[in-house]
């Protein structure tokens, strides 16, 4: 369901910029949804599914969003903290963004210059340290936090240097 195309239809007004109704089009016919946008929107939204709840119930609903608004967890999961009496046991995004950083230590003695690497939980895969992005962070505050987390190293993040690598983790393209 993640990245299909809907059309959601409007039944209530939850906050300026939360909405219910439900959803069809693409494997979505009639589907509970809950349409977050940053305009205000009127009966109907042609959108794109940006996140699929299950809630403690084990019922399913999608969260449409307007195609060129993207918006990841913690902004979905703050808009929907508004709804005090539905409790979401999981939540799949189209959207993730993850900050992290290069971190090299030059061998003075040698002069080699040494990269590290984590191994991710599974142990199945090396990479950089990174995390996802939490509520009101930057990206720089994000980098800094997860190489601490992941290192317990207290690091300094260049000015200069950023780089920005896409992927499709369900295998669908999330732009069009």
């Known amino acids: 369901m993640l990245a299909n195309d809907v059309t959601a239809t409007i039944y209530g007004t939850l906050s300026p910029t939360l909405y219910s109704g439900y959803a069809q089009g693409n494997g979505t016919q009639g589907i509970n949804a809950y349409v977050i946008s940053k305009k205000p929107v009127g009966d109907t939204l042609t959108g794109v599914v940006t996140a699929v709840l299950t809630l403690s ?24 903290s508004a709804l005090r009496q539905i409790k979401i046991e999981k939540i799949s995004c189209l959207y993730e963004k993850s900050c992290g950083a290069v971190i090299l230590y030059e061998d ?4 080699d210059t040494l990269i590290l690497l984590v191994k991710n939980h599974n142990g199945r895969f090396y990479s950089f340290p990174k995390g996802h992005v939490e509520l009101h962070e ?12 992941e290192t317990n190293l207290d690091v300094e993040i260049l000015d200069d240097f950023r780089e920005i690598s896409d992927y499709c983790p369900f295998g669908k393209s999330a732009r069009g």
């Open 57 to 80: 119930d084990g019922t399913q609903r999608v969260v449409v969003a307007p195609k060129n608004e993207i918006m990841y967890e913690p902004e979905i999961m703050e808009k929907l």
């Open 108 to 111: 003075k003695a040698t002069g």
């Open 138 to 149: 930057n990206e720089k505050e994000t980098a800094v936090r997860e190489v601490k987390e």
